[in-house]
């Protein structure tokens, strides 16, 4: 289950059960897992905060805004990982899409973080121990360049470096018409939205954002445009929310977008390069990967054409 996920109407074999046996039998998780989301506000009942004890009515809506933490701390796993360079201090993965980063709510198996422990098991030692190693995410969905910390001090040291937004992180994004411009930067707040509480929006109270986008390429009747985005600020799906925000939502995008793509079955949108200072010596390194099969073959059948 994920918070990106549509509110969840109520099933007409749930109407009269109390909101916090629902939601575990909706989700999967424990009903001390779900009553401590309720405790905290994090599920809303027809736009509201209930109590554990309200029972369910026909019609109405279940919003989930956040996710319990996992429980257990996660071990190694054979998840097979594509390690694009490690060192003593940083491990760079390319993940594919599809793959999990860290253990969650129906995810407690299978993540890169068990693949990554099984090859690296010092990990279990570095930042969080529920996500060891990991200083920033991609979603399921999205391919592409991770920066892992092998030890604590690099561990530091790379999650200031995200906050003082000394980390290039790029991405390739496939969106539904052309932007005018072919240069731009949107610079917009973004915070959750009021109408659906497991997405994200561009919001007057939101938290900055900033993403800077070249467009390179478009197929021949400008049905779509092929951009290099780069995040200046590293807000929850901070892209997509941008780039519906500016009329051109991501191909493929279910959640801000207009179809679901079922040739691509996924928003097209790959982190092809990462520059980050290393945390040894502070040497300026960057990494870059290629395209996807999945995503050339988008492009090939629009006639666009691939960097």
Known sequence: MSTDAEPLPVPAALVGERVDRAVSLLTGWSRAEVQALLV????RVDGAVPAKSHRLRAGSVVELLAEPEPDQVPGPEPV?????HADPAVIVVDKPAGLVVHPGPGHEHGT????????????AHVGDPRRPGIVHRLDR???GLLVVARTPEAYDQLVAALAAHAVDRRYLALVRGVPDAARAVIDA????SDRHRTRM??????????TRYERLATDPDRRVALLDCALETGRTHQIRVHLAAIGHPVVGDPAYGTDTEPRLGRPFLHAYQLGFAHPADQTPCTYRSPLPADLVAALAVRHVDAP
């Not at 097979?80 to 694009?84: A, H, K, L, Q």
């Open 40 to 43: 905290a506000g994090a599920v």
């Open 80 to 84: 097979p990982v594509t390690v694009v």
């Open 112 to 123: 890169l973080v068990h693949g990554l422990l099984a090859r690296f098991p010092e990990l």
């Open 141 to 143: 969905d999205t391919s």
């Open 189 to 192: 707040p973004i915070g959750r």
């Open 201 to 210: 929006t561009v919001h007057a109270d939101g938290r900055p954002a900033r």
